[in-house]
């Protein structure tokens, strides 16, 4: 179904929720929906001015904790990064038999390693990733420790992944306290694909037909809209086999497993967000731990929304109610999205409507009213949110509406992120405003990590092209830095 038609239904229940939810909030807050696509706020009726609090053009206060060296080698490996042919070669070279040239190989990985993955990755295990965090946390940022694995195929892989990723939690009793605000993981990691894409597939016609039973089924929260994706299942899935049934019981148990941990260690574990293929079972799994895990007004549980698609607004409203109904309080990482050209390439090949929003604005628009929605929620509820952007203009807008609700750095429901060597300006302009602002930092070996962070180059070329206000700002710091020196 068509997002168009959904959305005058989604819209009445903004206007109910949005009136209940701001009742007891201060005169200067906004009562409309702020999921409201059909509102656009003029950003000059804000009580704050958004030009006011990032102060992104004091380029010397904003790089202070920067040393000369790390800001030369950030500016050439953006400009580098910038460069699609550059993506290309990477990625057509990372899949070529060259690859399987010990020589060719140990040379290419040598050159990725001193150069992209420096800037982009943390090091080689949790204890070489524990001195960049430990380095992070000196400047005032703190770290989302990303295991960069994914795509398990079996379920050895997928305990040998789970082994990892308790590792890696562990591994943050030694750090500074705080300095690691999240663990992240990909569900795809610790259950075989195979199994997710069965499990979404089913989950996707018990939607569409309320009779059909599926008795694995753990309690969780609503996992699609009417306007949700449905083309991947086109005709009614056989039921899992009984060693499907094992397996699946065998992937709870590990993220149960890691859930615990997390508690224990007193982290946060943010479940990432994939292809649409596979989300309906990720967010069956991430739904179903928080509704297990999450206690008290402190989710240790994350979902993700990813806001290029047409249906993220709608869902995340139907599962914020049904959670604040059971009393299960909900945290979220917005993001806008990861896995555009593949989504599109597939629904071109069924002949179907892409699930993305029809243009960048939309996209926009989506992750503003989102963040909006999940502040009011932080500021006066259970909610809890991280706002992962590296748009300037959603940054300086979701910085004054946190501002204006009163949500500052005190407040650990509220994190800004950004991915590690990128957007370091916002990050910088951000933490001086007195925001909790973290750092993705993807961290394994250099063949392991790669790999995933080329995936991620080519699904977001807008991404790194757009890092041009990025690179603009570290070359007007290196001539500073060189005037002062000569002078």
């Given amino acids: 179904m068509g997002s168009r038609t959904a959305w005058p239904k989604v819209l009445q229940y903004f206007r109910f929720f949005t009136r209940t939810a701001n009742s007891d909030a201060p005169p200067s807050i906004s009562p409309f929906s702020p999921l409201n696509l059909e509102q656009n706020s003029n950003p000059t009726t804000t009580a704050i001015s958004t030009d006011s609090i990032l102060h992104l053009n004091d380029i010397k206060e904003l790089f202070s904790s ?86 398990a195929t079996d379920n050895e892989s997928c305990d040998r992944n789970l082994e990892g990723f308790l590792r890696t939690v562990e591994s943050t009793k030694s750090l500074p306290k705080s300095s690691v605000s999240f663990v992240i993981v990909k569900i795809t990691a610790i259950c075989p694909m195979a199994l997710l894409e069965r499990a979404s597939d089913l989950l996707r016609w018990e939607h569409r037909d309320k009779s059909f039973h599926l008795p694995w089924k753990l309690n969780t929260l609503p996992i699609f809209s009417d306007s949700s994706p449905f083309y991947h299942t086109p005709t009614k899935p056989d039921p899992l086999t009984p060693e499907e049934e094992r397996d699946l019981n065998f992937a709870h ?72 109904e059971m009393g299960v309080p909900v945290g979220f990482k917005l993001v806008r999205g990861a896995y555009m050209g593949s989504e599109r390439e597939v629904a071109a090949s069924l002949g179907v409507e892409s699930p993305i929003h029809d243009t960048i604005e939309q996209t926009h628009a989506c992750f503003n009213d989102c963040a ?92 790194l092209s757009a890092s041009a206000i990025d690179r603009q700002l570290l070359r007007k710091e290196l001539k500073r830095r060189l005037k002062a020196a000569i002078v």
């Fill in 66 to 151: 920067v040393s000369t060296t790390e800001l030369l080698r950030s500016a050439i490996n953006l400009h580098a990064a910038a460069v699609e042919p550059m993506v290309d070669l990477g990625t057509w070279l990372m899949n070529s038999k060259l690859m399987n040239t010990a020589v060719l190989r140990e040379a290419m990985l040598g050159t990725v390693r001193h150069t992209f993955y420096e800037q982009f990755c943390a090091g080689d295990d949790p204890s070489s990733a524990g001195l960049k965090v430990t380095k992070l946390w000196e400047s005032g940022l703190s770290a989302m420790l990303d295991y960069a694995l994914e795509h």
């Fill in 253 to 324: 148990q590990r993220l149960q497993k890691l859930c615990q941990k997390c508690s224990e260690a007193n982290v946060p574990l943010l479940v990432d967000a994939e292809e649409t293929s596979v989300q309906p079972a990720i967010d069956y799994f991430t739904y179903s731990a928080a509704i297990a895990h999450n206690r008290e007004n402190n989710p240790i549980v994350y979902g993700t929304i990813q806001t290029y698609l047409k249906d993220s607004g709608e869902r995340l409203l139907r599962t914020v109610n049904s959670a604040e």
């Fill in 372 to 463: 909006s929605f999940l502040l009011e929620k932080t500021a006066f509820g259970s909610g809890a949110v991280v706002l992962a952007t590296h748009n300037i203009e959603s940054g300086k807008k979701a910085a004054a509406k946190a501002r204006e609700l009163g949500i500052g750095k005190e407040n650990q429901k509220l994190q800004f992120a950004q991915l590690y060597g990128m957007a370091d300006a916002l990050s910088f302009g951000l933490r001086n405003a007195g925001f909790n602002v973290s750092k993705y930092m993807p961290f394994g070996p250099v063949d392991m990590v790669i790999p995933y962070l080329l995936r991620r180059a080519a699904e977001n070329r807008g991404l």
